[in-house]
């Protein structure tokens, strides 16, 4: 350590203090006072110092004290060994000199021991009887004791003879005879251990002593096997019967009370009675529940703490109740008992058990009740008895429903007048019974179920649709058997109002689905899963309703495919109005049509007026009347024109189209390439009807040209090339046109027709 370094470098800093403390003139004035603090300051730090200093001499001095003692006291111990050294030596020949007392001795250690054994060795018959009498009593405690002495005397006497060089296997199966009832009265004592430990729950609950007795006793056999693995490990000595293990035994024989108490209340079968698993789980959960309470409250004062009591007796009550569990499982349960057995595994855990107020045991440690191995396959199991159960239920509805099509009276009609027949409602109330017991039990078990159920109500759209199909055929049929025999009589009394009744069914299929993806697609999770699978749900019941509507605008078309075969006919030319005929019949089809909910019956009003439109163009283009002169020409135009807009007054009135784009108005453009005199303006009326209607072929445009009558194919040909193109029936726009046939093929179908009659 370099002193002067330090002494430069403290004065320095000093140096530096001072300067920093006077910086301002005012605060020489000071200078006494910081010498006084700097005085007080030194004389602190000075004190401190001898005080270290004076606690480290003193604890040196102290070390130095107790190392002088130290040595002194281990020279003594060597002087003491040395002279021991010395003595051992001196008396070693003693041994052989006292051989002779120590043989006598040990004769009179034994022949002590047996004075002391001779009085019970003189009693054992007394003692056998009066411990055999004390259990038939129920004195255990004193029994035990009288059983105690019996076998420390029985084993004091086999030690005896082990500890001999000259063991007799004669004197020791002797004792052992002697002894034999001792085995006995500690069997049947046991048996009166067992038989009380079974029954723990019912004396902890009236007569708690006798079960610390027994208690009592287990414990101190217990201590007595530690005391004698002891013997056995210092001695060699093993006593007759130990160890009894019977600490260990006790919790076999309440394992065992357990299991037997579950399994026994199942009091009845699925032979005796179809609730038979509900029932035996209530029963076992009420008498879990109150066993349990019983352990909790009563039994952990009576037996010792590291029995852990509570803890030990809910495992046991779980384990016993999952081997029971699997039990039932093994038993092949049906479909509405493994959805009882599972609802009950997930009520278990809750409020109703386990988490009772005055339980709240974690059951998380013990493990689960089934493993998932075993819950997958109940649930495997359970969608594939629901899945035949549905089918058959579906083939059942089914039935019913085409029954109900057949019907001598109207279907039901809800409040808005819209006919129905109850088959969706039971059908997905059905469903939603399912869907509320699968949630019961959990998730996935409603994930199971809901894609299940969609798929089969997808499946029973197919279904649905063969049986309309069969239902439209045998309209048919009969239809065509009483046109011949009765006209005026129609085929199936409510064959519209059944089919209309079927396509407000198809939309309440849908608005259900919908209502059930909205409850049950929780997450998007499983709108992923189930969501694509919901949508063509949907979208099956609502082609079916689209394919009912054209069932019902088939049945208007059969009655009025007359009058419409008489359009711009020669008929026609002569005044006949089988626009007005057919107007009345829509009309009155539509009364019956209100009974459709209002979309589809929008959209049935626009296939029929759409179809209409579309048979008018097509008798227009089949040229079956010939105009000579314009005015014959313009009397037609202006009857299509009225027409066109007595149609489409018709389809305003009934089904409510203002203010929208009509079909109607394919009639008006026609109406003006077929009016104009000019032909010289032709080219561009034909340009504006092709522009409005992308998909109007050349053949269409021909055709109409045609019908005009001042021109001849080739005229109208060339008109039609001038303003389209070639390719011009390749748009991909659709309009009325595109539900036109080629004018060509109608001409061929005409032909055949006449050929044929």
Same mark, same amino acid.
């Given at each position: 350590?370099?002193?002067?370094?330090?002494?430069?470098?403290?004065?320095?800093?000093?140096?530096?203090?001072?300067?920093?403390?006077?910086?301002?003139?005012?605060?020489?004035?000071?200078?006494?006072?910081?010498?006084?603090?700097?005085?007080?300051?030194?004389?602190?730090?000075?004190?401190?110092?001898?005080?270290?200093?004076?606690?480290?001499?003193?604890?040196?001095?102290?070390?130095?004290?107790?190392?002088?003692?130290?040595?002194?006291?281990?020279?003594?111990?060597?002087?003491?060994?040395?002279?021991?050294?010395?003595?051992? *030596?001196?008396?070693?020949?003693?041994?052989?000199?006292?051989?002779?007392?120590?043989?006598?001795?040990?004769?009179?250690?034994?022949?002590?021991?047996?004075?002391?054994?001779?009085?019970?060795?003189?009693?054992?018959?007394?003692?056998?009887?009066?411990?055999?009498?004390?259990?038939?009593?129920?004195?255990?405690?004193?029994?035990?004791?009288?059983?105690?002495?019996?076998?420390?005397?029985?084993?004091?006497?086999?030690?005896?003879?082990?500890?001999?060089?000259?063991?007799?296997?004669?004197?020791?199966?002797?004792?052992?005879?002697?002894?034999?009832? =001792?085995?006995?009265?500690?069997?049947?004592?046991?048996?009166?251990?067992?038989?009380?430990?079974?029954? *723990?729950?019912?004396?902890?609950?009236?007569?708690?002593?006798?079960?610390?007795?027994?208690?009592?006793?287990?414990?101190?056999?217990?201590?007595?096997?530690?005391?004698?693995?002891?013997?056995?490990?210092?001695?060699?000595?093993?006593?007759?019967?130990?160890?009894?293990?019977?600490?260990?035994?006790?919790?076999?024989?309440?394992?065992?009370?357990?299991?037997?108490?579950?399994?026994?209340?199942?009091?009845?079968?699925?032979?005796?009675?179809?609730?038979?698993? =509900?029932?035996?789980?209530? =029963?076992?959960?009420?008498?879990?529940?109150?066993?349990?309470?019983?352990?909790?409250?009563?039994?952990?004062?009576?037996?010792?703490?590291?029995?852990?009591?509570?803890?030990?007796?809910?495992?046991?009550?779980?384990?016993?109740?999952?081997?029971?569990?699997?039990?039932?499982?093994?038993?092949?349960?049906?479909?509405?008992?493994?959805?009882?057995?599972?609802?009950?595994?997930?009520?278990?855990?809750?409020?109703?058990?386990?988490?009772?107020?005055?339980?709240?045991?974690?059951? *998380?440690?013990?493990?689960?009740?089934?493993?998932?191995?075993?819950?997958?396959?109940?649930?495997?199991?359970?969608?594939?008895?629901?899945?035949?159960?549905?089918?058959?239920?579906?083939?059942?509805?089914?039935?019913?429903?085409?029954?109900?099509?057949?019907?001598?009276?109207?279907?039901?009609?809800?409040?808005?007048?819209?006919?129905?027949?109850?088959?969706?409602?039971?059908?997905?109330?059905?469903?939603?019974?399912?869907?509320?017991?699968?949630?019961?039990?959990?998730?996935?078990?409603?994930?199971?179920?809901?894609?299940?159920?969609?798929?089969?109500?997808?499946?029973?759209?197919?279904?649905?649709?063969?049986?309309?199909?069969?239902?439209?055929?045998?309209?048919?049929?009969?239809?065509?058997?009483?046109?011949?025999?009765?006209?005026?009589?129609?085929?199936?009394?409510?064959?519209?109002?059944?089919?209309?009744?079927?396509?407000?069914?198809?939309?309440?299929?849908?608005?259900?689905?919908?209502?059930?993806?909205?409850?049950?697609?929780?997450?998007?999770?499983?709108?992923?899963?189930?969501?694509?699978?919901?949508?063509?749900?949907?979208?099956?019941?609502?082609?079916?309703?689209?394919?009912?509507?054209?069932?019902?605008?088939?049945?208007?078309?059969?009655?009025?495919? =007359?009058?419409?075969?008489?359009?711009?006919?020669?008929?026609?030319?002569?005044?006949?109005?089988?626009?007005?005929?057919?107007?009345?019949?829509?009309?009155?089809?539509?009364?019956?049509?209100?009974?459709?909910?209002?979309?589809?019956?929008?959209?049935?009003?626009?296939?029929?007026?759409?179809?209409?439109?579309?048979?008018?163009?097509?008798?227009?283009?089949?040229?079956?009347?010939?105009?000579? *002169?314009?005015?014959?020409?313009?009397?037609?135009?202006?009857?299509?024109?009225?027409?066109?807009?007595?149609?489409?007054?018709?389809?305003?009135?009934?089904?409510?189209?203002?203010?929208?784009?009509?079909?109607?108005?394919?009639?008006?453009?026609?109406?003006?390439?077929?009016?104009?005199?000019?032909?010289?303006?032709?080219?561009?009326?034909?340009?504006?009807?092709?522009?409005?209607?992308?998909?109007?072929?050349?053949?269409?445009?021909?055709?109409?040209?045609?019908?005009?009558?001042?021109?001849?194919?080739?005229?109208?040909?060339?008109?039609?090339?001038?303003?389209?193109?070639?390719?011009?029936?390749?748009?991909?726009?659709?309009?009325?046109?595109?539900?036109?046939?080629?004018?060509?093929?109608?001409?061929?179908?005409?032909?055949?027709?006449?050929?044929?009659?």
């Amino acid at each position: 350590m370099d002193i002067g370094r330090l002494e430069t470098d403290a004065k320095a800093a000093a140096s530096k203090h001072v300067i920093n403390m006077l910086q301002r003139p005012d605060q020489l004035e000071k200078v006494d006072q910081y010498k006084r603090r700097v005085m007080r300051k030194k004389a602190s730090v000075e004190a401190m110092l001898k005080t270290a200093m004076q606690s480290q001499l003193d604890g040196v001095r102290t070390g130095l004290n107790q190392l002088q003692t130290a040595l002194q006291d281990i020279r003594e111990i060597k002087h003491g060994l040395n002279e021991v050294e010395s003595a051992y *030596t001196s008396v070693s020949h003693l041994s052989e000199k006292l051989k002779e007392l120590s043989v006598e001795s040990m004769k009179h250690t034994q022949y002590a021991s047996a004075v002391d054994n001779v009085k019970h060795i003189v009693n054992v018959p007394e003692n056998v009887e009066r411990a055999r009498n004390m259990i038939d009593e129920g004195n255990l405690l004193l029994a035990h004791k009288y059983i105690t002495d019996l076998e420390f005397s029985r084993n004091g006497l086999l030690l005896e003879l082990h500890k001999q060089q000259t063991d007799s296997p004669t004197d020791r199966n002797f004792i052992k005879q002697y002894f034999s009832d =001792v085995d006995q009265l500690s069997d049947a004592l046991a048996k009166q251990l067992w038989m009380i430990i079974s029954r *723990t729950i019912a004396y902890v609950r009236k007569e708690p002593t006798i079960l610390v007795t027994a208690l009592r006793i287990i414990e101190r056999e217990e201590m007595k096997d530690q005391y004698y693995i002891k013997h056995k490990s210092q001695l060699g000595f093993v006593a007759p019967g130990r160890p009894r293990k019977w600490r260990e035994h006790c919790f076999k024989v309440l394992e065992e009370a357990v299991a037997t108490k579950i399994e026994a209340n199942q009091m009845e079968d699925r032979s005796g009675h179809k609730m038979w698993l =509900v029932r035996h789980l209530e =029963v076992t959960r009420q008498l879990l529940l109150e066993d349990l309470k019983v352990v909790k409250m009563l039994c952990e004062p009576c037996f010792p703490p590291h029995y852990d009591i509570v803890n030990r007796f809910v495992k046991l009550y779980h384990d016993c109740l999952s081997q029971r569990l699997h039990e039932l499982v093994q038993d092949d349960l049906e479909g509405n008992e493994i959805v009882s057995l599972l609802n009950w595994i997930k009520l278990y855990s809750s409020s109703e058990l386990m988490q009772h107020p005055q339980l709240m045991f974690d059951t *998380t440690q013990l493990g689960a009740l089934l493993d998932n191995k075993t819950v997958d396959g109940l649930i495997a199991k359970y969608i594939q008895t629901l899945e035949v159960n549905i089918n058959e239920w579906l083939a059942n509805t089914m039935k019913a429903e085409i029954k109900d099509w057949n019907q001598e009276s109207e279907p039901e009609a809800d409040s808005s007048g819209y006919f129905h027949t109850s088959m969706p409602v039971i059908l997905f109330q059905m469903i939603e019974q399912h869907l509320q017991v699968a949630a019961q039990i959990n998730d996935e078990m409603v994930n199971h179920v809901l894609a299940l159920c969609i798929q089969k109500v997808t499946d029973f759209a197919i279904m649905y649709k063969e049986g309309v199909e069969a239902f439209k055929k045998q309209h048919d049929v009969t239809r065509k058997k009483t046109d011949v025999q009765n006209p005026f009589m129609p085929s199936i009394a409510y064959y519209i109002h059944y089919m209309i009744a079927i396509v407000n069914n198809c939309e309440s299929f849908c608005n259900l689905a919908k209502s059930l993806g909205s409850r049950f697609l929780t997450s998007e999770v499983h709108e992923k899963k189930l969501g694509g699978n919901l949508s063509k749900l949907s979208e099956a019941f609502e082609a079916l309703a689209q394919f009912g509507c054209k069932f019902l605008e088939d049945e208007v078309f059969l009655d009025t495919d =007359v009058h419409v075969q008489e359009l711009i006919s020669k008929q026609w030319l002569s005044g006949v109005s089988a626009v007005d005929t057919i107007c009345i019949t829509v009309e009155d089809y539509s009364t019956d049509f209100v009974h459709l909910k209002s979309r589809h019956f929008q959209y049935l009003m626009s296939r029929i007026e759409h179809r209409l439109v579309c048979e008018y163009l097509k008798a227009m283009m089949q040229k079956k009347v010939t105009f000579k *002169t314009y005015e014959e020409r313009k009397s037609a135009v202006d009857k299509i024109a009225f027409e066109a807009t007595q149609i489409e007054r018709l389809f305003d009135r009934v089904a409510n189209f203002e203010g929208r784009k009509t079909v109607c108005e394919a009639l008006h453009q026609v109406c003006e390439v077929l009016s104009l005199k000019d032909t010289s303006m032709l080219p561009l009326e034909v340009h504006g009807l092709a522009q409005k209607y992308p998909d109007v072929t050349l053949d269409h445009l021909i055709a109409i040209l045609l019908l005009r009558g001042d021109m001849g194919k080739s005229e109208a040909r060339e008109i039609v090339s001038d303003i389209k193109p070639g390719d011009l029936d390749q748009t991909e726009e659709k309009t009325i046109f595109s539900d036109i046939p080629s004018p060509q093929s109608l001409l061929d179908k005409l032909k055949g027709v006449t050929s044929d009659s």
